[in-house]
């Protein structure tokens, strides 16, 4: 069955660190990426996403994630977090004509 | 633009009682539709879509079900609530057109069950 794994569970960062959540998916076809976040009490939201093109995709508020298809991963980094990062972080694929799938999810608490 | 409306934001219900969560979308036409319930460290799980007006797919068996009376109307319901049934439920929706099948959530609804 297809799946979508996120390593890290919760993770607590002082500001101005550097950050970078796994994601690792298991499906051997073409995909469409996502990680999504859930700021405190806000609805969850698209933060960045790779259909096809550069590997290499930005998002908003200065996330990036970088797409390895030998190493089925789509790591979210940021170079520099700010308080106003903490939040929780969803990645998605979507095979081709399939179903968003969801792992389950990283809490990034960022200390000021 | 498009927006998504999710009612009631909270609610507290009985075990046993019935339940309807209601789910609107406005400014987009025949969108797919979804309800997922969101658990802490489990990420989000997928209940229930629907690509039209009485299409409904089923994810996974449960005491939950859903309809869509209308084409920017979707109802999640039970007849008799669980303890089990606590929990966060979302809905979302997609355009049909094209395969990206990027969603965008509601603000979601808080379910206990006691």
New interface residues.
């Given amino acids: 069955a297809q799946s979508?794994s996120?390593h890290n569970?919760h993770v607590i960062l002082s500001e101005a660190a550097s950050l970078e959540l796994g994601c690792n998916y298991s499906y051997g076809g073409t995909v469409?990426l996502?990680w999504?976040v859930q700021y405190p009490g806000?609805?969850?939201?698209?933060l960045l996403?790779y259909?096809s093109g550069d590997p290499l995709v930005k998002g908003i508020k200065g996330f990036e994630a970088e797409f390895i298809k030998s190493k089925f991963s789509f790591n979210l980094r940021k170079p520099s977090v700010q308080w106003s990062d903490t939040a929780e972080y969803?990645c998605a694929v979507?095979p081709?004509?399939g179903?968003?799938i969801?792992?389950?999810?990283t809490e990034l608490s960022v200390k000021p | 633009s498009q927006t998504i409306h999710q009612w009631p934001a909270t609610l507290v219900q009985p075990v046993g009682s019935p339940l309807s969560l209601e789910c609107t979308v406005e400014g987009t036409s025949n969108p797919n539709l979804y309800w997922y319930r969101q658990a802490a460290g489990r990420g989000l799980q997928l209940l229930f879509y629907s690509v039209g007006i009485g299409q409904i797919s089923s994810e996974v068996p449960q005491n939950l079900s859903a309809s869509r009376p209308q084409d920017r109307q979707f109802i999640l319901s039970s007849k008799k609530l669980l303890l089990s049934d606590s929990g966060f439920y979302l809905c979302a929706w997609s355009s049909t057109s094209g395969s990206r099948n990027e969603q965008f959530f509601g603000p979601g609804t808080r379910l206990t069950v006691l």
Avoid: D
């Fill in positions: 979508v996120q569970h469409n996502f999504y806000q609805h969850l939201q698209l996403k259909f969803f979507n081709k004509g179903k968003l969801f792992g389950q999810g």
